[in-house]
Every structure is written in C-alpha cells, then in structure tokens.
C-alpha cells in the first residue's frame, strides 16, 4: 500500500482525524466495552449463560431459522430477480421498487402487520389455519419474519449479477446443442455464484439479529420460540449484564465471521478467484 | 455492476430482449412472475394493507383519536427530535469519511472501510446493550454518571446514541465508491486554480455527489426514525417521555389498543413509502448504487 501519495487536495487531517474520532467514540469504544466485559467474566460463569439449556434453544432457533430463512430467501430471491431482469412485463418498476420495503419499513411495523397477517383470525392465516398450518406463534413464524427481512439482500445482489450474465454464451450453449437446464446449470449458475453466496450470507447475517419483526410474531415461548437477541433483552431487564454481554459476545463473534466471509466472497466476485492480500 | 459508460437501461433491453419464445419458455414465464408475485403479495402487500386497513377499522374518528393520546404525540416529537439530531451528525461524519478515504492513500484504509460497516453487520438489541453497558447503572461510566446526576440509559441522550451507533455507517458507505469512482481531477483543477478548500467542497465536490448524498440521507433517516431494537433496550420504556414512535407501537399493541398501534404504525408505513418514492426518483436520475 502506497503511503502519503503527493496530492493538493486540502483537508486530510481534519476529515481522517474527525472519522477516526468520531468511529471511534459511537464505534469502537462500545465494541470494546462488550468485548472486555465479556473476556473479564470468570468463565464458569462465561460457561453457564452461553451454554445454559434456554440459550442453546435459543441459538437453535436463531442460527437453524435464519438458515432456513436464508436458504428460501436463495430460490425466491433468485426467481425475483431473474423475473426482473429477464421478463418485461406491466408493474414492473413498481415491482422493483416494492423489493426494497423491508429496508424501509420500520421493524415494529412489519411485525405487528406479519403478526395481523398470519394469525388465525388473520387475511392467510385463516387459510393456513384450514390446511393445518399454523404460523404465528410458532417457529415457522419467525422463519418467514426472517425471510421477510432478508429478502432484499437476495435480490439486491443477484440483480447486477443476472444483468451481466451474457446473453451471448446462452445463446452459443444453446446453439451448440445444451438444453435449458444444462445452460442454467452450467452458463448461468456459475457466472452468478459469487453473489447468490454473497446474498445468502446477508440475508443470513440479517435475519440471524433480527428483533423488532420476530418478536411480536413468535409468541417468545422459552425453549420455543425465544430467539437469542429476545434472551439478550431479557438478561439485560433482569440488570444481569454479564449474562447479556456473553450471549452478545457469541452473536458478535457470529457477526465477524459472517463479516469476513462476505468480504471474501465479494473479493471473489470482484476478481474470478479468491484474492490473496499480499 | 453495469459496464462503464454504457447508458443506462442498454444491458438491461439486452437482458430482456424478445425471442422467439417456445412453449416451454411462454409456461416458465408466467410461472416465475406468478411466483414472485404471490411470494411479494403474501409478505409485503399483504402486511402494508393490513396496516392501513386495521388503522381505519373505526373510521376516520377512531384513526384521529390515536393521535390525540398525548404519549403518542410525545413518541411523534421524540422520533423527529431523534432524527432531526442523527441525521444531520452522520451526514457530516459520512462526508468526512469519504472524502479522507477517497481523495487520499493512507496505511489501514480497507480496515478503515470495514470498521465504519460494522454497525450494519450487528444485531440491532447489541447496539443498544454496548450503550447500556457503557452508561447503564452498572456500566463503566454508570456510577461516575449518577454521582453527576447524568442520565444517558433509560433517557433521551441513549436513544440518540442508540440511534447514531445504527444509522452510523447510511451516510458513508453511499458516499465511499461514489467519490471514489467520481475521481479527483475537478478538485485538483479547482485548488490548483486557487479556489479555497471550502469553495471547492461546495462548489465542485457536493454538486458531484448530491443524488448519492440525498440517496443515503433518505435511507439514514428512514432507519433512524424506525429503529425498534436498538432503541428499545437503552429506553426504558417511559411512556410520554422516552417512547419513541416504533416504542409506542408495542407499547399500544401490547395493550390490545389495535386501532391505535397500526394508527401509529400507518405513519411509519406512509414514512417507508415516502421513503421508497423519494429512493426510485433520486435513481431516475441516473444515480446507481454500487
């Protein structure tokens, strides 16, 4: 990396010195306190709020749903954006613009709107109810919660994807004699596995610390459908932070890793192969 | 990623462009975008309508009469207060972020880039608990804040921290590659010409990068004014003083006080869709996200 590149712009120390300040304080100073609270609890103590009975379900839940959510997010994000990329047809736009909804709408509202939907006395929860499936309050409530959070990262990221794929060497595959499902398999698929792994994880990563849209759907029966953020509040309302802080510890190591592995992947998708830092 | 220099919407008439279509083709077709709108009709419009739908199940008096609660209208002021304090303070970090990370070299800056996203990467209840554990009763600084009669958890000062730590990066990681694929040559032009650094900054670099600005304030803000779980952990829960609109919610709807919570919750609805309205016209300019 090249330092001090001779340039005539103006302003290095004071926008450096305000980021770094600034991250600093609203960043890293927080991140640390966690950390360090965590580190100086004794470690039976660490032991017994990380790997307590109610925290272990919890996890379950947490990692095994946003999995699930993460794998749906996969086949329904890809149709999406291959329905917006490859198909014109009217609504569109207002299809394309509807995708980015999760982002923008409040967490409390889409649970307690999820909740309305899909509770017996609700619009298809009524339905569902008729064919036995039942969705809110129970785990499969918070997997669509999840998936409702997560879908945008799919899309969003296999959109671009899709739009590079060249029609050209579909064509040419075809030309030469590949059916659909060979060119899907071995043209398309290929070409946009970097996202579709990049996308996975995002909708993974969100759905795994996801609150605000869970909680008023899941019913948050301990050993249920208590997700592990709810069981990080509760420790937190009961003044256990140490409780809190190692529950948020395993979350946050998560996190990173989860962190990691996207820039990876993007590195990947960036360059045709997995970069090596020199 | 489109190419470089290709219009706008070029690949995309290729993506879409007609063929001959086979049977096969025609069935797969209406499949897909049958299938993606039932899975969009079911998760999104869905809970939008039954929200606005709930909200006027008592008509229009009902509607109006959540409004005249004086805890919610002290939840409305508090999310204004909260956003009108964030967004302007994240705005001048995401400036100043991008401009020393794209106008300059310096040993770390990948690091830099990576730490500045990090808030995005954390649980929303995490944000709020590092705050507890820093100010909260038995946090770091609690005893010193309370010896000082200082309140920050359980108080207006945590949300807006709660707030900043989440909103933190909106500003900035839209910035970023745009200044950065933007370039340096008219600032270089300008100082070089002897134009001031301020001068240059809001004559040459803020006309360059305003759809972009406006683009990640709107996100900014749209998640500052909707932020449940972050918040809810360092407030408290005190009605009429430290509920913020999404707090208010729960706090209706675990009164059974329906009417009232999707009422609330309608406003926020409305605000998400100002918000992707405001999204689609700053992209119909040109603006594209990277």
């Known amino acids: 990396m090249r330092g001090g590149q001779p340039t005539v712009l103006p302003g290095f120390g004071l926008t450096l010195g305000f980021t770094t300040f600034f991250l600093s304080a609203v960043v890293l100073l927080p991140l640390a306190a966690l950390v360090l609270l965590a580190a100086s609890t004794p470690l039976h103590e660490l032991l017994d709020a990380v790997a307590s009975p109610r925290a272990l379900a919890s996890y379950q839940l947490s990692f095994g749903g946003a999995l699930i959510a993460a794998c749906t997010n996969l086949v329904f994000g890809f149709i999406i954006a291959w329905t917006l990329v490859r198909y014109e047809f009217p609504g569109r736009r207002l299809m394309d613009a509807v995708i980015d909804m999760p982002f923008a709408l409040p967490t409390a509202v889409s649970g307690i709107a999820l909740t309305a939907v899909f509770a017996t006395n609700g619009w298809l929860g009524g339905y569902?109810?008729?064919?036995?499936?039942?969705?809110?309050?129970?785990?499969?409530?918070?997997?669509?919660?999840?998936?409702?959070?997560?879908?945008?990262?799919?899309?969003?990221?296999?959109?671009?994807?899709?739009?590079?794929?060249?029609?050209?060497?579909?064509?040419?595959?075809?030309?030469?004699?590949?059916?659909?499902?060979?060119?899907?398999?071995?043209?398309?698929?290929?070409?946009?596995?970097?996202?579709?792994?990049t996308g996975f994880t995002l909708a993974f990563a969100r759905a795994l610390g996801e609150y605000g849209s869970v909680i008023f759907i899941s019913g948050n029966l301990p050993l249920k459908t208590e997700i592990t953020p709810l069981l990080i509040v509760i420790h937190l309302e009961e003044f256990d932070y140490r409780g809190a802080a190692a529950l948020g510890f395993v979350m946050l190591a998560a996190s990173f890793v989860i962190l990691l592995a996207i820039n990876l992947l993007q590195a990947w998708g960036r360059n045709g192969s997995v970069r090596r830092d020199s | 990623m489109t190419a470089a220099g290709a219009p706008a919407g070029s690949l995309e008439e290729l993506a879409?462009?007609?063929?001959?279509?086979?049977?096969?083709?025609?069935?797969?077709?209406?499949?897909?975008?049958?299938?993606?709108?039932?899975?969009?009709?079911?998760?999104?419009?869905?809970?939008?309508?039954?929200?606005?739908?709930?909200?006027?199940?008592?008509?229009?008096?009902g509607y109006l009469r959540a409004f005249a609660d004086p805890d919610t209208e002290a939840a409305i002021r508090l999310t204004l207060l909260t956003a009108l304090v964030v967004v302007p303070l994240n705005t001048v970090f995401g400036l100043s972020a991008a401009w020393a990370v794209a106008k300059f070299e310096f040993r770390g800056k990948s690091l830099l880039i990576t730490l500045i996203d990090l808030p995005i990467a954390v649980s929303p209840v995490i944000s709020g608990m590092l705050f507890v554990l820093l100010f909260g009763m038995r946090g770091w600084f609690g005893a010193w804040l309370a010896a000082n009669g200082i309140s920050i958890v359980f108080a207006i000062p945590g949300i807006m921290i709660a707030t900043l730590f989440v909103t933190f990066p909106y500003v900035a990681r839209e910035l970023i590659p745009l200044m950065q694929q933007l370039g340096?040559?008219?600032?270089?032009?300008?100082?070089?010409?002897?134009?001031?650094?301020?001068?240059?900054?809001?004559?040459?670099?803020?006309?360059?990068?305003?759809?972009?600005?406006?683009?990640?304030?709107?996100?900014?803000?749209?998640?500052?004014?909707?932020?449940?779980?972050?918040?809810?952990?360092?407030?408290?829960?005190?009605?009429?003083?430290?509920?913020?609109?999404?707090?208010?919610?729960?706090?209706?709807?675990?009164?059974?006080?329906?009417?009232?919570?999707?009422?609330?919750?309608?406003?926020?609805?409305?605000?998400?869709?100002?918000?992707?309205?405001?999204?689609?016209?700053?992209?119909?300019?040109?603006?594209?996200?990277?």
């Not at chain 2, 010409?193 to 670099?205: D, K, P, S």
């Not at chain 2, 919610?249 to 406003?267: H, P």
């Not at chain 2, 992209?283 to 996200?289: A, L």
Request: glycine fraction near 8%.
């Open chain 1, 128 to 197: 569902l109810d008729m064919v036995g499936i039942h969705v809110a309050y129970t785990r499969l409530g918070v997997i669509l919660a999840m998936t409702l959070i997560g879908m945008p990262f799919a899309v969003r990221t296999l959109q671009p994807a899709l739009l590079e794929v060249q029609r050209d060497l579909e064509d040419a595959a075809e030309t030469l004699g590949a059916g659909r499902w060979y060119v899907f398999r071995r043209v398309i698929v290929p070409a946009v596995l970097p996202a579709l792994l």
């Open chain 2, 16 to 61: 879409t462009r007609p063929g001959r279509e086979t049977l096969l083709g025609a069935l797969a077709r209406r499949c897909l975008i049958g299938l993606s709108v039932a899975f969009l009709a079911a998760l999104l419009l869905a809970p939008l309508a039954v929200v606005f739908a709930t909200a006027f199940r008592s008509g229009i008096q």
């Open chain 2, 184 to 290: 340096n040559d008219e600032e270089e032009a300008a100082i070089t010409l002897g134009a001031g650094a301020w001068m240059t900054f809001f004559r040459v670099t803020l006309p360059k990068i305003r759809w972009g600005l406006l683009y990640g304030v709107i996100l900014c803000n749209a998640r500052a004014m909707g932020e449940f779980g972050a918040v809810s952990v360092v407030s408290g829960h005190i009605r009429g003083l430290t509920n913020t609109m999404p707090l208010a919610i729960e706090a209706l709807y675990d009164d059974y006080d329906f009417t009232a919570a999707f009422a609330v919750a309608s406003l926020l609805a409305l605000l998400a869709l100002a918000t992707l309205a405001l999204k689609s016209l700053v992209e119909r300019t040109g603006y594209r996200r990277r």
